[in-house]
T-cell receptor, first 115, second 110 residues
Framework: NAGVTQTPKFQVLKTGQSMTLQCAQD?????MSWYRQDPGMGLRLIHY???????DQGEVPNGYNVSRSTTEDFPLRLLSAAPSQTSVYFC??????????????FGSGTRLTVV | DQQVKQNSPSLSVQEGRISILNCDYT??????FLWYKKYPAEGPTFLIS?????DKNEDGRFTVFLNKSAKHLSLHIVPSQPGDSAVYFC?????????FGPGTRLSVLP
């Protein structure tokens, strides 16, 4: 059981380049989300999806696009990378039903540097 | 304005002693609270949670206390072990709206 898999683990981009961060989960979770972690800021929600074909913006969506064509995959696209997007990115997934909620399962992160 | 605050960026505790990590929140709509633990180069992992209808939840060495009137929760680790050294994130939720605190780095000294 792989859980949540993120690729790549590290990436260096030049300002203006675009790229896609990949996220896949094998737990049949309906809910998937992307967070960025910056020093002193905790984890901030970029975009999330409650199921295939449904996405919505989080707290810091500017400069990022997402799509959810399957339950398993939730890629994050940087359209034109900027130094302010230098961060560690985490993908997370969970069940979205009612009842006890045990929180997200996180991937191991992608460390992105934009120069 | 941060809705979830962890005012201590770091905490050092001797092995065997109690570690107390604190978290404050501002949004009274939050009804579920969680603690995550994060080691370097890994994603956060779920540690323990508490619903707003309770004031305490215990799991082995870990206990979370919730004081709704003060909008405050705390995580107690007893006894602390060197393997507990990590960054601890507090999170508060209402539905699928999750807000994380900035984290507290705990160092347990042998």
């Amino acid at each position: 059981n792989a859980g949540v898999t993120q690729t790549p683990k590290f990436q260096v981009l030049k300002t203006g380049q675009s790229m896609t961060l990949q996220c896949a989960q094998d737990m049949n979770h309906e809910y998937m989300s992307w967070y960025r972690q910056d020093p002193g800021m905790g984890l901030r929600l970029i975009h999330y999806s409650v199921g295939a074909g449904i996405t919505d913006q989080g707290e810091v969506p500017n400069g990022y696009n997402v799509s959810r064509s399957t339950t398993e995959d939730f890629p994050l696209r940087l359209l034109s990378a900027a130094p302010s997007q230098t961060s560690v990115y985490f993908c997370a997934s969970s069940y979205s039903g009612t009842g006890p909620f045990y929180g997200y399962t996180f991937g191991s992160g992608t460390r992105l540097t934009v120069v | 304005d941060q809705q979830v605050k962890q005012n201590s960026p770091s905490l050092s505790v001797q092995e065997g002693r109690i570690s107390i990590l604190n978290c404050d929140y501002t949004n009274s709509m939050f009804d579920y609270f969680l603690w995550y633990k994060k080691y370097p180069a890994e994603g956060p992992t779920f540690l323990i949670s508490i619903s707003s209808i309770k004031d305490k939840n215990e799991d082995g060495r870990f206990t979370v206390f919730l004081n709704k009137s003060a909008k405050h929760l705390s995580l107690h680790i007893v006894p602390s072990q060197p393997g507990d050294s990590a960054v601890y994130f507090c999170a508060a939720s209402h539905g699928q709206n999750f807000v994380f605190g900035p984290g507290t780095r705990l160092s347990v000294l042998p």
